[in-house]
């Protein structure tokens, strides 16, 4: 956990860096006023964002929020690890989509909304369940989906530099003040990718940090295992069409849905006793072996928004919370 933490600082620290070098680049070549305006629009926007966001996320999936006599046990279950977590509890919803998977989402800790999908409810045991919902609510209380939105500003701003600097500042004039300008566009068109993929990577700590935050939650390592190995299987069913429909949402999801098909292949080799869990035992071999993924497989984690399920399921083996 201390480890995972000191990653988290020291990107905070490379992208706040990065954003400064931009700024100092454009105040030496062209003054500091262009910087303001599209750091004002990007901050108008992420407040927008803010402000609407968990409407879009309940449209999208079709939330509906269910009280405590229509689903009992479900209540109990988020009641007791909000109790455990030590913040309010939140609403519970249930989206009626079959792709098996969970999400938090909401404005903060005191506005936090816990979602299932009915596919999931389907699909996981109840220990299980228990395990992904810890993994939600530490989302939650580790206030990480504000985080990752703060952080994507940086990249946002980036972004509307290098396209006005590279378009409209030089991209049409051939003297040499053009010619700065459309460089200053250049470089940080290149900032932007590097921030995006840096924010991306943040994306996957906070996935690893709301794993810890299950277990701490006295949710068993093999639980949260057997669900995400549960979870890969089942979105690998799905239909092609029906995950389109919610590719712009997997970030709020327990895993990613859009690469379950390849992870599939990588999971293969944990379930030792083909029994469709992971249980304890077969954690104990997965701490010891050593993993081997593909430069394919390296590559599509530096883009996801969360980690490589080996690597993760791995992770769990040998965590010392």
């Excluded at 509890?89 to 979602?115: D, T």
């Excluded at 990718?193 to 940090?209: C, D, H, M, Q």
């Excluded at 249980?279 to 993993?291: F, G, I, S, W």
Aim: hydrophobic letters at 45%; proline letters at 3%; one cysteine or more.
């Amino acid at each position: 956990m201390f480890f995972l933490r000191v990653r988290m600082f020291i990107l905070l620290a490379i992208l706040f860096a990065i954003l400064y070098a931009i700024v100092t680049i454009i105040g030496r070549q062209m003054g500091i006023t262009n910087f303001y305006f599209y750091l004002s629009i990007s901050l108008f926007l992420m407040f927008i964002q803010y402000l609407i966001g968990p409407k879009i996320v309940e449209w999208s999936m079709r939330v509906r929020y269910i009280d405590k006599e229509e689903a009992p046990e479900l209540h109990q279950m988020v009641e007791e690890l909000a109790k455990k977590a030590g913040i309010p509890q939140p609403k519970i919803g249930i989206s009626p989509i079959s792709l098996p998977n969970a999400f938090a989402f909401g404005h903060g800790v005191r506005n936090g909304r816990v979602c299932v999908t009915a596919g999931i409810l389907k699909l996981l045991n109840k220990d299980e369940l228990r395990a992904v919902l810890g993994h939600e609510i530490s989302h939650l209380k580790n206030r990480d989906v504000f985080t990752i939105t703060v952080l994507s500003v940086i990249p946002m701003v980036l972004y509307r530099i290098a396209w006005h600097f590279m378009w409209f500042g030089g991209g049409r004039r051939r003297d040499e003040r053009g010619q700065n300008t459309a460089l200053i566009g250049l470089v940080a068109f290149l900032f932007y990718f590097l921030t995006n993929l840096l924010v991306l990577y943040a994306s996957r700590i906070r996935e690893y940090f709301a794993d810890l935050g299950s277990l701490r939650l006295e949710n068993q390592p093999s639980w949260l295992a057997s669900a995400l190995y549960k979870l890969v299987y089942g979105s690998a069913r799905m239909d092609k069409e029906e995950l389109r429909e919610i590719e712009g949402l997997k970030a709020f999801f327990v895993n990613d849905p859009s690469r379950a098909f390849n992870e599939v292949y990588e999971l293969r080799q944990l379930d030792l006793d083909m029994s469709g869990t992971i249980d304890q035992n077969e954690l104990e071999v997965l701490r010891t072996k050593r993993l081997k993924l593909s430069f394919a497989d390296k590559l599509l984690e530096i883009l996801s928004t969360h980690p490589n399920m080996l690597k993760r399921i791995k992770q769990l083996s040998v965590v010392n919370y």
